[in-house]
């Protein structure tokens, strides 16, 4: 099986920054594109940075020139550089992969449990 774990969530002030790491692990052949996505309460899931198996990075207008999606040279982890955070980025924060695993034709989509960020003075 394959397991994505989240880290780097918490509480910040306005303006601040936090970076968001994701692991990748278990029986992997290749990572594609990873990304990050986020929902808050009431509100549906919206994705939020993505990086493409090409490496082209695209974001919602609500975080453009504050967030920056990475990944490491091994592609099994990936990391979601945010700053001048605001009070509406407040949501659990999700790492996604389209990836395939050992053994397996299909390329498949997984998702970590989620990190809690929260904006606040």
């Known amino acids: 099986q394959v397991q994505l774990v989240e880290s780097g969530g918490g509480l910040v002030q306005p303006g601040g920054s936090l970076k968001l790491s994701c692991a990748a692990s278990?029986?992997?052949?290749?990572?594609?594109?990873v990304g990050w996505y986020r929902q808050a309460p009431g509100k549906q899931r919206e994705r939020v940075a993505l990086?493409?198996?090409?490496?082209?990075?695209n974001y919602a207008d609500s975080v453009k020139g504050r967030f920056t999606i990475t990944r490491n040279n091994g592609r099994t982890a990936w990391y979601l550089q945010m700053n001048s955070l605001k009070p509406e980025d407040t949501a659990i924060y999700y790492c996604?992969?389209?990836?395939?695993?050992?053994?397996?034709?299909?390329?498949?989509?997984?998702w970590g449990k989620g990190t809690q960020v929260t904006v606040a003075s």
């Open positions: 996604n992969a389209e990836l395939y695993m050992t053994h397996r034709t299909d390329l498949f989509d997984y």
């Open positions: 990086l493409t198996n090409g490496d082209s990075e």
């Open positions: 278990g029986n992997i052949f290749s990572i594609n594109a």
